[in-house]
C-alpha cells in the first residue's frame, strides 16, 4: 500500500540524528538518478515516528530529485511491521552508533 505495489527499500526506525537518515536520503537519491530504467520503480519505505533533532533529516528530504519515491509513513502496527520486512527488496540501516545495536 505504501509503495503502491513498487519494489522498496525499507528502513524501521525513529527519525533522529543517530539513525544517519540524511546520508540514507542522500545515497537513495544518488541511487536513483544513476540507476536508469532498472531502478526507476524502487521506492524508500522509512517506517518511524519523527523523534528530536529531525531537521536535518527533513532538509535532506527536501533537496532530493526523487522525492517522490520516497515515503515516510509513521509508526505501523506490528502485523503491517512484519509484512512490509517479507515483502522489502532488502533492509537499510546506517546508523552512527546504536545503544543495543537493535532496530527500532
Known amino acids: 500500500q505504501f509503495s503502491h505495489g513498487q519494489p522498496y527499500f525499507l528502513f524501521v526506525g525513529a527519525l533522529q540524528p543517530r539513525k544517519n537518515l540524511g ?5 537513495f537519491d544518488a541511487f536513483k538518478t ?3 530504467v532498472a531502478v526507476a520503480a524502487v521506492q524508500l519505505l522509512i517506517v518511524g515516528r519523527k523523534a528530536w533533532k ?6 535532506a528530504y527536501q533537496q532530493m530529485r526523487h522525492q ?4 515516510f509513513t509513521g509508526r505501523v502496527a506490528d502485523a503491517e ?5 517479507a515483502a522489502a527488496l532488502a533492509t537499510v540501516y546506517v546508523p552512527y552508533f546504536e545503544g543495543f545495536g537493535i532496530p527500532g
Open 68 to 71: 517522490t519515491a520516497v515515503h
Open 34 to 36: 544513476a540507476g536508469g
Open 54 to 59: 529531525a531537521g536535518p533529516i527533513l532538509e
Open 81 to 85: 511491521l512484519a509484512g512490509l520486512y
Open 23 to 27: 546520508t540514507l536520503l542522500r545515497a
